[in-house]
């Protein structure tokens, strides 16, 4: 086991039914998600800190439970439960979302039943007391991670938070790390129940080309958006749906890798055009930094977020080529 001597840690922490908050006022960056039945003084975060986390792991009778959603494309030839075998937060577990999705579909780790949710988060060790911390090792700070954040909420299970910086934020911060594989967890009585406002279908795409009944954001990088750089999965071309405009998932990161403060991720998002006050959906190839946007705004308090399950690889396979809109190649039959 690899350890690094953390150092002194000057937020505060209450207690408050086995869950771990932090001041309202500490790390300007941790703004607030609650549901109607949490105490409006404490209020989970939906990014923490690592000091915040650090201090959370050592409280008597925290209630957090940290996971390692690292996720990889296939082409960058890295192995994110190898690489948790080597290196993590103590005592994290690993949550694979290739694992944790519909194995029945083509398309790439969508959404799995609820019971199915249910059983993959009790393994986990995750209770529905469970103040619940995702992060990831992207050298981006954040990638994956935001994709387990949304999935716990949309299943149900808002006391969930990003660890702000990933990874790599904990090691700047001195904290430390372990390694080999994750520890046993008895199940628990987890519960889970969809919540499908929050969820779009290729047939709501569809439909709002026409109707424009929300604002449709793209998190691929530019030049895939554009249709000028490669997909990175076969058989599927670049381009963009009708209509949507594209925020590369950076364009919402500091070159840190923390998050933009809420004030700066308006200003993203009024740059690009969207309305905060209008319905909001996110994509991206495979609903995974298209969470990421979603987190970003729920940090500027949009509450009418929802994601395109299927993204970009299912409009491209099932989309008639006038609605491939691309600078490149497109879509022929």
């Not at 994290?92 to 029945?104: K, V, W």
């Not at 405009?245 to 933009?260: K, V, W």
């Not at 009418?304 to 609605?323: F, H, K, N, Q």
Request: aromatic share 10%; proline share 7%; charged share 20%.
């Amino acid at each position: 086991m690899i350890r690094v001597t953390p150092p002194l840690c000057a937020c505060r922490l209450n207690e408050v039914s086995g869950r771990v908050y932090e001041s309202q006022r500490s790390f300007h960056s941790e703004s607030s998600l609650f549901t109607s039945s949490t105490p409006m003084s404490f209020q989970t975060k939906a990014l923490v800190s690592a000091r915040w986390l650090s201090e959370a792991l050592r409280a008597r009778g925290s209630a957090v439970r940290v996971l390692d959603a690292s996720w990889f494309l296939p082409k960058h030839g890295r192995d994110a439960k190898s690489e948790f075998r080597s290196r993590h937060i103590p005592g994290a577990s690993f949550f694979d979302l290739d694992r944790c999705s519909d194995r029945s579909s083509p398309m790439d780790h969508m959404l799995p039943p609820a019971f199915a949710f249910a059983e993959f988060a009790s393994r986990l060790g995750v209770a529905p007391g469970s103040h619940v911390v995702v992060y990831d090792r992207s050298e981006h700070g954040a990638f994956s991670s935001p994709r387990a954040w949304w999935m716990f909420r949309v299943f149900g299970h808002s006391d969930v938070s990003v660890l702000d910086g990933g990874l790599h934020a904990w090691i700047r911060d001195g904290q430390p790390v372990e390694e080999g594989k994750a520890r046993k967890h008895e199940p628990t009585e987890f519960t889970a129940t969809l919540n499908r406002a929050w969820v779009k279908t290729y047939q709501d795409i569809l439909d709002n080309v026409e109707t424009k009944e929300f604002q449709l954001v793209d998190a691929r990088p530019a030049g895939r958006f554009r249709g000028t750089d490669p997909e990175p999965r076969d058989n599927t071309e670049p381009g963009h749906i009708p209509g949507s405009i594209n925020i590369p998932f950076t364009t919402f990161l500091a070159p840190s890798g923390l998050f933009l403060s809420p004030d700066q991720l308006r200003a993203v998002f009024q740059q690009a055009g969207v309305d905060l006050q209008w319905p909001l959906c996110v994509t991206c190839g495979s609903a995974i930094t298209a969470c990421l946007a979603a987190l970003a705004a729920h940090q500027c308090g949009h509450s009418d977020i929802s994601v395109y399950d299927g993204g970009w690889m299912e409009w491209y396979t099932r989309a008639t080529p006038e609605l491939v809109i691309s600078e490149g190649r497109g879509k022929h039959l």
